[in-house]
């Protein structure tokens, strides 16, 4: 497959500057050399050379598009797996009743023959020697899946410059089910894929009493086949395929035997799709109209686009007028001069470096569809979404944006720093920016996530909580502040008898510290001091009331800072434990 852009193919080239290229036969072509084209208005591809006289070539070749060539990678493919395993396989394109070159690929093993159809030119044979293998536009119709219980089908996606196989699993009432061929097998029973498995086992599996009470109904065979045409009808719009959305329209026409709710949602279906159809073919239709008036007015700039979507969505089953059409497109580009070819250049490489930005832009709000802050760890993510964004222009979608506008004003705000408060806290309160209630998970309030939870709180509902803390620090600090001026303010006495000194005692004074321990008195001094707990007999520390937090004779103390887990303190509070000391113990029961 040659490179479809420009600085591909100058790789291309150079890669295979010694080599030659001819028009393949087994693609349909004249077996001519070939050159290649170099285009930055439309995709690159190869060309012929002109004839003696100077006059384009003539090619039989009809099919041009990228699935021209997939019986070829059908081919490639097929052998590259059999090689794996250690089997070996002779393949042949066969051409019978005068089928054009590629509608089928045989491929022979020692025991067993697959053939592939990749179009309708010839009708799959069955129970003759050969398993066939049917492409997306083969129909098969009820019968012969019940008969067989399950068919192959083949498709190839496109995956850069090449072609990849996969292999799906089509039984009666049943979705298709696709699989690499990694996945696949060849066994007794031929062809076989994980779904055959289940199909097998399933068909297989003894079947339950007919007095079992819990028999399931069976669903009736015409209502079971209108569903699955519904599904493959839906498979088909998804994939805007109008061949295989009219092959399923004649199916459900032909279906028999269902009546009711279902027999209105067939005729619903049928109804959508041909308008879905209609429209389609209007889209088509303006496309070439766009095309052909481009052409006739000399625009070669949007020729050049319309010439890109024609390629991209309208390469195959042209009519004869879509056919002229294109042709006279690609002749008046072949007459433009060298300045206007260099202006087309330049515009469509600005025209691929805003895609490329708006590919980028949609990648960071992918990234970023998880987050409703600006936060730090986010700065690099939201400078690229920027830029980008600056240089897609109106490439972007209106959805796409808005988003965009939302992060631009959060990033002049500036970028928020995180907080970080475990969440067995934050979560006992409730958050005041997305109104989580208490003992939920915050939420996200902006971007296309809105509704989903959030990977951490909200800062305004963390603020809360060191708000909190900060407080609690602020009151303990005063506290000991006042505490510690209260006790300096009252002089320091201890009675010191003299040895042997029996007589009456004498009065108290303050001791002195030595000179080489004064640091240490300091330190015992303030630790005394602090640690008023030491100082009352553990039975009167919850004797009288708490003067902070308003626990009663006989309660614990709230734990309104926040020491320890547990909701009650360990310790009863300063406040309560001065109040003990600076109670008169001698005052009798009844006085106090």
């Given at each position: 497959m040659l490179p479809l852009e420009a600085i591909e193919l100058d790789a291309f080239r150079h890669r295979h500057q010694h080599d030659t290229f001819w028009c393949g036969l087994l693609l349909g072509g004249c077996g001519l050399q070939l050159t290649t084209k170099l285009y930055t208005d439309r995709v690159c591809h190869f060309a012929h050379h002109p004839g003696p006289d100077g006059h384009p070539h003539l090619c039989g070749r009809r099919s041009r598009g990228v699935n021209s060539a997939d019986h070829l990678y059908v081919k490639a493919a097929a052998d590259t797996w059999l090689r794996n395993r250690g089997e070996q396989a002779g393949f042949e394109f066969a051409q019978p009743d005068g089928a054009p070159i590629g509608s089928l690929v045989d491929i022979h093993l020692e025991h067993r023959r697959l053939r592939v159809h990749l179009d309708q030119a010839v009708a799959p044979v069955w129970d003759h020697g050969s398993e066939p293998v049917l492409g997306m536009s083969v129909p098969v119709d009820r019968d012969t899946l019940i008969r067989r219980w399950y068919v192959?089908?083949?498709?190839?996606?496109?995956?850069?410059?090449?072609?990849?196989v996969q292999i799906g699993t089509e039984a009666f009432a049943r979705p298709t089910e696709w699989f690499g061929l990694d996945d696949c097998a060849m066994t007794e029973r031929g062809l076989s894929t994980p779904a055959v498995e289940k199909i097998v086992q399933a068909r297989t599996a003894p079947r339950p009493s007919l007095w079992s009470t819990g028999k399931a109904r069976k669903?009736?065979?015409?209502?079971?086949?209108?569903?699955?045409?519904?599904r493959r009808l839906a498979d088909a719009r998804r994939i805007e395929s109008v061949s295989l959305v009219k092959q399923v329209c004649g199916e459900i026409d032909d279906l028999t035997g269902v009546t009711g709710e279902l027999q209105e949602q067939l005729k619903a279906g049928v109804?959508?799709?041909?308008i879905w159809l209609v429209e389609q073919s209007e889209k088509r239709r303006k496309l070439f109209d766009s095309l052909n008036r481009a052409v006739a007015e000399q625009e070669p700039g949007q020729v050049r686009r319309l010439l890109i979507r024609v390629n991209a969505t309208a390469s195959g089953d042209r009519t004869e007028a879509e056919v002229a059409i294109h042709e006279s497109a690609i002749k008046f580009f072949a007459g433009l001069d060298n300045l206007t070819r260099d202006a087309l250049e330049a515009e469509a490489a600005t025209e691929k470096k805003a895609q490329q930005a708006a590919t980028r832009v949609r990648s960071a709000l992918h990234r970023l569809r998880g987050y409703d802050t600006y936060t730090l760890d986010?700065?690099?993510?939201?400078?690229?979404?920027?830029r980008s964004a600056a240089s897609a222009g109106e490439l972007l979608k209106r959805g796409e944006a808005r988003r965009v506008e939302v992060w631009k004003k959060w990033a002049a705000l500036g970028p928020q720093e995180q907080l970080h408060v475990a969440r067995r806290y934050w979560i006992q309160r409730s958050c005041p920016r997305c109104n989580a209630e208490q003992g939920k998970n915050c939420v996200l309030v902006d971007g296309p996530s809105s509704g989903k939870a959030r990977?951490?709180?909200?800062?305004?509902?963390?603020?809360?909580?060191?708000n909190e803390r900060k407080a609690a620090q602020e009151l303990v600090r005063q506290q000991r502040t006042a505490q510690q001026e209260a006790e300096a303010s009252i002089p320091r006495m201890q009675q010191?008898?003299?040895?042997?000194?029996?007589?009456?005692?004498?009065?108290?004074?303050?001791p002195r510290p030595k000179a080489h321990r004064k640091g240490q008195g300091q330190k015992a001094e303030k630790k005394a001091a602090v640690r008023l707990?030491?100082?009352?007999?553990?039975?009167?520390?919850?004797?009288?009331?708490?003067?902070?937090?308003d626990a009663g004779p006989g309660k614990l103390c709230d734990n309104d800072d926040r020491v320890g887990p547990s909701e009650k303190r360990q310790l009863p509070h300063d406040e309560r434990l001065r109040r003990v000391l600076q109670s008169n113990d001698r005052i009798s029961p009844g006085e106090k």
């Open positions: 192959h089908r083949i498709r190839l996606d496109s995956d850069g410059t090449a072609r990849r669903t009736p065979e015409p209502e079971a086949r209108a569903q699955a045409l519904l109804r959508h799709a041909g986010l700065r690099s993510q939201v400078e690229e979404l920027l990977h951490a709180g909200h800062n305004e509902r963390l603020q809360l909580i060191l010191i008898p003299e040895k042997g000194d029996v007589g009456p005692s004498r009065p108290l004074q303050e707990h030491h100082q009352v007999p553990r039975g009167d520390w919850y004797r009288m009331m708490c003067p902070r937090c």
